[in-house]
């Protein structure tokens, strides 16, 4: 391929258009991910569930941390095992594999921070309601 037949990329002209790029950014993760979709469910059921416990301020601070910080994650681990197959294309590499593993354990080991917080300020709760 000549640099010729490569297609120039242009910088947002206008503000309204780094919003539309970054809400098609979300779309296309949210479609493309199965544990996006499995994220997103889970964090709205803990919402929910949360409505009925009556919570703190500083709680639903730390419960929408939480489900934000491991959404957050999942877009990042997106964003590394696309980036890793663009350059690794077809073939496999020792490197790639590593990148993706760690990626995808920054997603796991955020999604554990969330269940701590869960745990902290669910259970005392739900404990309360049931005994």
């Not at 993706?100 to 955020?110: G, H, P, Y």
């Not at 745990?119 to 739900?126: C, E, F, N, S, V």
Request: proline content about 1%; charged content about 20%; aromatic content about 12%.
């Amino acid at each position: 391929m000549d640099l010729k037949d490569k297609k120039e990329v242009v910088k947002n002209s206008r503000f309204s258009d780094s919003f539309k790029y970054a809400f098609k950014g979300v779309l296309t993760v949210f479609q493309e991910e199965r544990n996006m979709r499995c994220h997103i469910m889970i964090g709205s059921i803990v919402l929910l569930f949360c409505v009925f416990l009556n919570l703190a301020v500083n709680e639903w601070l730390w419960v929408i941390f939480s489900i934000f910080l491991v959404i957050i994650m999942e877009v990042w681990n997106t964003v590394i095992e696309n980036v890793v197959d663009l350059a690794a294309g077809e073939q496999y590499h020792s490197l790639a594999k590593k990148a993706k593993d760690m990626a995808a354990a920054a997603v796991l080991m955020t999604a554990g921070f969330s269940v701590v917080v869960a745990a902290i300020i669910i259970l005392p709760k739900l404990w309360q309601i049931l005994f």
